[in-house]
Nanobody
Framework: QVQLVESGGGLVQAGGSLTLSCAAS????????MGWFRQAPGKEREFVAAINRSGGSTSYEDSVKGRFTISRDNAKNTVYLLMNKMKPEDTAVYYC?????????????????WGQGTQVTVSS
């Protein structure tokens, strides 16, 4: 099975940018649909973005469309989330997840492997 480790979180001012990375080990990340989710205090974990195995198809939650970009480098076994024009409501723990499924899904239940998460805080 694959192990996932997120990095790149931190504190950023509103309007700023951060890039999260998700490094995979144990198996090639190219075998998985990959997604990013986030969970704010007191809220359920929610879908942010996902990318298919080849990187040719992506999907985004409405509130991040046009601001966030998911990408993958299968040669480096890494998935990225570029976050621009960040807002205080983007504050959450961000999780990388891998799915053995064949298509992109926004459902947490569709993902088989999860990282430990990285904290992102956006100050106003």
């Amino acid at each position: 099975q694959v192990q996932l480790v997120e990095s790149g979180g931190g504190l950023v001012q509103a309007g700023g940018s951060l890039t999260l990375s998700c490094a995979a080990s144990g198996r090639a990340v190219s075998a998985y649909v990959m997604g990013w989710f986030r969970q704010a205090p007191g809220k359920e974990r929610e879908f942010v973005a996902a990318i298919n195995r080849s990187g040719g198809s992506t999907s985004y939650e409405d509130s991040v469309k046009g601001r966030f970009t998911i990408s993958r480098d299968n040669a480096k076994n890494t998935v990225y989330l570029l976050m621009n024009k960040m807002k205080p409501e983007d504050t959450a723990v961000y999780y990388c997840a891998g799915s053995r499924g064949l298509v992109i899904s926004p459902r947490t239940a569709a993902y088989d492997y999860w990282g430990q998460g990285t904290q992102v805080t956006v100050s106003s």
